[in-house]
């Protein structure tokens, strides 16, 4: 069954926000879907752009990697120009690594 023309619209609105790019820290506060992160600083907290169910996109430029220590639910190490697909969950206010 082929995606009808409002729901293509629907997955991919022309007024998205362009990929961003940060320096990794321990707290980073993304804008867009897909983020690319500098340095080697592990990720605890990222303020979520919004407060509904959402999954973020993080590509690492170094091995810094996410911890569990403060709303990322489980740590896990980056891989250097891999996405790392974080999914956040408002009922516990976490960030779940996707896989």
């Not at 961003?20 to 707290?27: E, I, P």
């Not at 690319?36 to 600083?41: E, P, R």
Request: cysteine-free; hydrophobic content about 50%; glycine content about 8%.
């Amino acid at each position: 069954m082929p995606i009808t023309a409002s729901d293509w619209a629907a997955l991919n609105p022309t007024n998205a926000v362009a990929p961003g790019s940060l320096v990794s820290a321990a707290t980073i506060a993304p804008v867009s879907f897909l983020t690319v992160l500098s340095g080697n600083t592990a990720v605890a907290t990222i303020t979520p752009p919004v407060n509904h169910t959402h999954m973020l996109a993080l590509v690492f430029a170094g091995t810094a990697g996410v911890v569990a220590t403060g709303n990322i639910a489980i740590a896990v190490a980056s891989v250097v120009g891999q996405a790392m697909l974080l999914i956040y969950n408002p009922t516990t206010g976490k960030y779940t690594p996707a896989g």
